[in-house]
């Protein structure tokens, strides 16, 4: 079974350019979940949908990020404009098929830097 | 607020070694995560424990929890090189799967 997928890896920008994110989920999980990672700390959740409805986005910066979950499936994270302290791993996760547990399963991350 | 709080944040250790990474939080919760990140590398999941005294092992790791003392722990037995990551502990606040991390410990284990 394919795991979370994202892309991509790494993303270098200068300050002020736009930059987008993509993550595919585990085929068959109903929630999804973009975290930021700094360096040394732990993920901070962004926001989370289920299905496409994003049921918690309290944490997400919204003058300048924004998120879609078109048709409950693919997401896409973007930030403009970007500034230097955007610089982090963001993460994506799902979950869905174990009803309690409800573990997250996490994609290897998008390494963002801004110049 | 919720806040969990791990400690040590860093631990360096001989293989064969016995040790045990502590995780506090400051609210009641049901679910507690372990997860084991390598450097470069994304999260992966270790235990999952959803009720006071529960304790899963696998391998060399066993993880308990304690939701009286609102503490878990993540002991190591028998260290070997391969165990060498960082653990992050994860709970889940207010029971709606929004998890709010600890800092990480950071294990390096020599051979």
């Known amino acids: 079974e394919a795991g979370v997928v994202q892309s991509p890896r790494y993303k270098i920008i200068e300050k002020k350019q736009p930059v987008a994110f993509w993550c595919n989920p585990i085929s068959g999980h109903n929630t999804l979940y973009w975290y930021r990672q700094n360096l040394g700390q732990g993920p901070e959740l962004l926001i989370r949908?289920?299905?496409?409805?994003?049921?918690?986005d309290s944490q997400l910066p919204k003058d300048r990020f924004s998120a879609e979950r078109l048709k409950g499936v693919d997401s896409t994270l973007k930030i403009q404009p970007a500034e230097l302290g955007d610089s982090a791993v963001y993460l994506c996760?799902?979950?869905?098929?174990?009803?309690?547990?409800?573990?997250?399963?996490f994609g290897p991350g998008t390494r963002l830097t801004v110049l | 607020e919720l806040k969990v709080e791990q400690n040590p944040l860093f631990l360096s250790m001989q293989e064969g070694k016995n040790y045990t990474i502590y995780c506090n939080y400051s609210?009641?919760?049901?679910?507690l995560y372990w997860y084991r990140q390598d450097p470069g590398k994304s999260l992966e999941s270790l235990f999952v424990l959803l009720s006071n005294g529960a304790v899963k092992q696998e391998g060399r790791l066993m993880a308990s929890l304690d939701t009286k003392a609102r503490l878990s722990t993540l002991h190591i037995t028998a260290a070997v090189h391969d165990l060498s990551a960082t653990y992050f502990c994860a709970v889940d606040k207010d029971s709606n799967y929004q998890l709010i991390w600890g800092a990480g410990t950071k294990l390096i284990i020599k051979p």
């Open positions: 949908y289920e299905n496409e409805e994003a049921v918690d």
């Open positions: 609210t009641t919760s049901d679910r």
């Open positions: 996760a799902s979950s869905g098929t174990t009803a309690w547990t409800d573990t997250q399963y």
